[in-house]
């Protein structure tokens, strides 16, 4: 069973740039893929963006394509990370994060396991 932490969130003003980090733990990294989830307040839960496990495949929500980078390392001794690169922020971007895994893969459904969120907050 696979552990997830995410880290790398806060505050940034509009136009600025975060980077978010899930590190995985417990099981074999290379077998997962991964998904980016975020949840405002009010709001449910929507998809972000995912990567299959091998990284050959990369999907993103139309609401950041083209300014947010998902990615991976999957090499032997590397870091069991998924990043997630956030660029050109908007105040509708503010929201906590979710890092999930699955061995099977989910685009933009339902993960068998999820980090605990890290918030990222934006300001006008």
């Known amino acids: 069973q696979v552990q997830l932490v995410e880290s790398g969130g806060g505050l940034v003003q509009a136009g600025g740039s975060l980077r978010l980090s899930c590190a995985a733990s417990g099981g074999t990294f290379s077998m997962y893929n991964m998904g980016w989830f975020r949840q405002a307040p009010g709001k449910e839960r929507e998809f972000v963006a995912a990567i299959t496990w091998s990284g050959g495949s990369i999907y993103y929500a139309d609401s950041v394509k083209g300014r947010f980078t998902i990615s991976r390392e999957n090499a032997k001794n590397a870091k069991n990370t998924v990043y997630l690169q956030m660029n050109s922020l908007k105040p509708e971007d503010s929201a906590v994060y979710y890092c999930?895994?699955?061995?099977?893969?989910?685009?933009?459904?339902?993960?068998?396991?999820w980090g605990q969120g890290i918030q990222v907050t934006v300001s006008s």
């Open positions: 999930a895994a699955d061995t099977v893969f989910r685009g933009a459904g339902s993960y068998d396991y």
